[in-house]
């Protein structure tokens, strides 16, 4: 049996790739829980920059397989899935979510929990849970409204209704719009340039967001040069390399 998460190592990033094309990527227990094992692994990689999560075929992910849900699907633990995708927030090292295709309701979830998200002009999103009578439980409630506003996460969660990738950029879901037969080479372009900034600063710049994000201003900025973490080990090698251009 093929993996259903691919690992693809690259010069300084790694892609991630949900490998279900038959099933248009639709997310099941074995699936997160291959997902989990790389971002494990990744936890504690050096000299990686940058990680991109793609899926396989004609699309990112239709979503939670609802074969799954409807077979009674087992995960090991209450709370398993959205502990799996904290752990993806949670890395050190920036993840980009690159969608193509379907990208609905869990697929979104799952894309939510990467740093940011670029689309393909051929990208569809949308939030189905109400459409099921379900309700999320991997992070819908709390990434989408903190991604696009709580008014306008009020109007995909209540209308389930599927946007394009050019709306989505506009309401801030996407950062932005790549043509679909240049993605793949835009989304390399991406990686490579994440990657090459330095890899210090990228984890502890995810800290200090983290950290800040909802805390009042003065307090966020209070802990940003008390507690920021300063200078990287690779601060003085990488100024000398700008100064002798």
């Not at 799996?84 to 090292?93: Q, V, Y």
């Not at 989304?187 to 990657?195: D, G, N, S, T």
Request: proline share 4%; charged share 25%; hydrophobic share 45%.
């Amino acid at each position: 049996m093929p993996d259903e998460v691919l690992r693809e190592d690259h010069d300084g990033w790694v892609q991630l790739t949900l490998n279900r094309p038959d099933k248009l990527n639709a997310l099941t227990v074995a699936i997160f829980g291959e997902l989990r094992a790389h971002i494990a692994d990744l936890a504690t990689a050096e000299g990686i920059g940058c990680i991109v999560l793609r899926g396989a075929g004609k699309c990112f992910s239709a979503g939670h397989d609802l074969a799954d849900i409807a077979a009674g699907e087992r995960p090991p633990s209450r709370g398993w899935h959205s502990e799996t995708l904290r752990m993806l927030e949670k890395l050190p090292i920036p993840v980009i979510a690159a969608v193509h295709g379907h990208c609905y309701t869990g697929a979104l979830e799952v894309a939510l929990a990467a740093d940011f998200i670029v689309a393909a002009e051929g990208a569809r999103f949308g939030d189905t849970h109400a459409k099921f009578a379900l309700t999320p439980v991997w992070g819908m409630s709390v990434r989408l409204p903190r991604r696009v506003g709580i008014a306008t996460a009020k109007r995909l969660m209540f209308t389930a209704q599927m946007i394009d990738a050019a709306e989505a950029v506009r309401i801030g879901l996407a950062e932005y719009a790549i043509p679909d037969d240049g993605f793949a080479t835009e989304i390399e372009r991406l990686a490579a340039q994440v990657a090459a900034q330095s890899h210090f600063s990228h984890a502890a710049n995810k800290r200090l967001l983290e950290r800040a994000d909802g805390v009042p201003a003065d307090a966020a900025l209070i802990a940003e040069w008390m507690d920021g973490e300063g200078r990287g080990p690779d601060m003085e090698k990488r100024i000398a390399g700008f100064t002798k251009r």
